[in-house]
């Protein structure tokens, strides 16, 4: 019997966050499936429905929990508990290429646990949830076994929607690794060669990650893949990993060789200053009237070396032994900014050597061992205790984060599990005084299971430990990890904890006041009636506005109430949210003449109708750009 795929109705997936490009897509796809065009592709049974997975607009929003969280107002961390395609989903607008660099250690798919949605009739769904196997939106921690059917179409199906949407959260100029063992490891470079394109394969790195092995017959795999791919690779920067070799080492940095003389590159010619052992520098306004009118002020320099000398500096040109005046290897630009790290020896000025070099196909060192450097460093602060299962190396992850340079970027793992990834940002940006922030994702999966109503530990050795230790669910240990390697690091950045819920907001679309009409606030509605907290509500609003949810969180008092100002620093900037129960004309007014880009006011706050329509009126003559919403 043949079947045949029948006419896929769209029409219930219409939302303004559908992206038109991708349902054209979605249709071609469907269309290329009916016509059964024979053609090479890489697909499996359930691949279409993954697809439309991918591009169905979420209906959650994120829940603040504060009481979880590390500096939860100032941190640009995130920690996010919940199903990771959620999570996407609703960092796909307010994250938009922003991304620079994706790290994911997924499961592996040996056999192991996995999460799937599952359509469960009413009374199983009662009994799984009784029994604590599955949460509130049917999701089930359940067996993928190699006796299945369909063990690796259902671990596509699980992988490829995510992706899918991560690709989109990428700047031009990032990357994603994706670690990997044998088990899928073919498949998931065909998956990623489709999501990313061959042409942005940039290669894969082969880490000994085990070096004992896993007990296997006939060959006993020791190593893991991790594919990395950049969203562009015609922007991607060059990728770099320390040289640990050339690790404070130092070179003169006069210039030798061609073009190394005072006449070929006069700029180039200027004194240091020595004090103290110290290197520094002359100010700008000095090294500006050496060279003028296309001639050395050979008066100035005279002057300026003898006042330098007489304040206790040794004066240091780029003089060679012979006498023959030569020029520094960097611009005086470069210099004034980097002079701190300069050394002086044996007479000479010198510049750390370049401790980069491009990363090998082939990691072997021990560092990257999951066992030494994985599990014994979650023992080590865990008093001895280990509460996952091979944890990835924290060193290995530390190099992958590296690879962009980029001491500045934002990272994301959502499949964050253990924890390593937060830990392995905060030990770099020590190491090199970056200021790398992340943006972790795992679910809340929990260590025990539910009999004759009470909690009892799953029956495995990790959840049994974490259980009786107080821990009931996983994410709850990774926070946990992030506070005391912040503690040893002595680490302040923190993190926001933020969780998976379901949304309170009505559609709707925020207007700025000369496109609102009166009856637009006269008739709108209290969304938040379960007493949402303030925090709950203005992630509400960054969510709908599509803002990022990783800014600082302010406080002004106006007039004795305290006024929400999210990542605000002047006019048209950031959010300016009052969700108390009593207002002010004059409160009104003093909100609008800080002119922020959105407003925001709770439906509860006003008694009148004539109070909205005057906050309305009061925007419309003082802050005409303003987005202004009541909720």
Known sequence: MTNKLGKVDLSNIYNKKINSKLLNELREFFERAENKKEYYEFTWNGKAKAFLESVTPTTKTLLPQPEKSSYFESTENLFITGDNLEVLKLLQESYLNKIDMIYIDPPYNTGNNLIYKNDFSKSELKVKRELGEVDEEGNILVQNEKSNGRFHSDWLSFIYPRLKI?????????????????????????????????????????????????????????????????????????????????????????????????????????????????????????????????????????????????????????????????????????????????????????????????????????????????????????????????????????????????????????FAGSGTTGHAVMELNKEDMGNRKYILCTLDEKTYSISNGKKIPKDDNTSKTSFEDGYESIDQISRERLRRSAQKLEDNSGFRALKVDKTRLNENIFKTPNELEQGDLIMDIENQSDNRSQYALLYDVLIDSALEFNKPIDYENIEGENVIKYDYSGELTGVIAYFDDYITDSLIQNIANLKPLIAVFKESTFNKSAQKVNVLEQFRIISPDTKVKVI
Not at 220 to 238: C, G, L, R, T, W
Not at 339 to 355: A, L, Q, S, V
Not at 386 to 394: A, E, L, R
Request: glycine share 4%; aromatic share 12%.
């Open 166 to 414: 991560c690709r989109n959260l990428l700047n031009d100029k990032g990357i994603i690794s994706v670690a990997m063992d044998e088990s899928e490891a073919s498949n998931t470079q065909k998956l990623l060669d489709e999501i990313f394109g061959e042409i942005n394969f940039v290669g894969t790195i082969v880490s000994k990650s085990n070096p004992q092995g896993r007990g296997k017959k006939n060959i006993d795999p020791s190593h893991e893949y991790h594919f990395v791919y950049a969203k562009n690779i015609n922007q991607m920067p060059d990728l770099k990993i320390k040289n640990e070799k050339d690790l404070n080492s130092y070179k003169s940095l006069m210039r030798s060789g061609t073009n190394s003389r005072k006449f070929e590159r006069p700029n180039r010619f200027y004194p240091m200053l020595v004090k103290d052992n110290k290197v520094s520098i002359i100010s700008e306004e000095e090294y500006l009237n050496i060279y003028s009118n296309n001639q050395f002020n050979e008066k100035f320099i005279t002057e300026l070396t003898m006042k330098y000398q007489d304040m206790g500096y040794t004066v240091v040109f780029p003089i060679a032994k012979n006498g023959e005046e030569k020029v520094w290897q960097r611009k005086f630009d470069r210099v004034k900014n980097e002079y701190h790290t300069y050394i002086y020896e044996d007479g000479k000025i010198k510049i750390p050597n370049n401790n980069t070099r491009t990363p090998m196909s082939l990691w072997t060192e021990k560092e990257f061992s999951n066992v030494q450097f994985g599990t014994n460093e979650v023992k080590s602060l865990f008093n001895g205790k280990s509460y996952f299962d091979y944890p990835k190396s924290i060193n290995t992850v530390k190099q992958m984060i590296s690879l962009n340079g980029n001491k500045e970027s934002l990272i994301l793992d959502f």
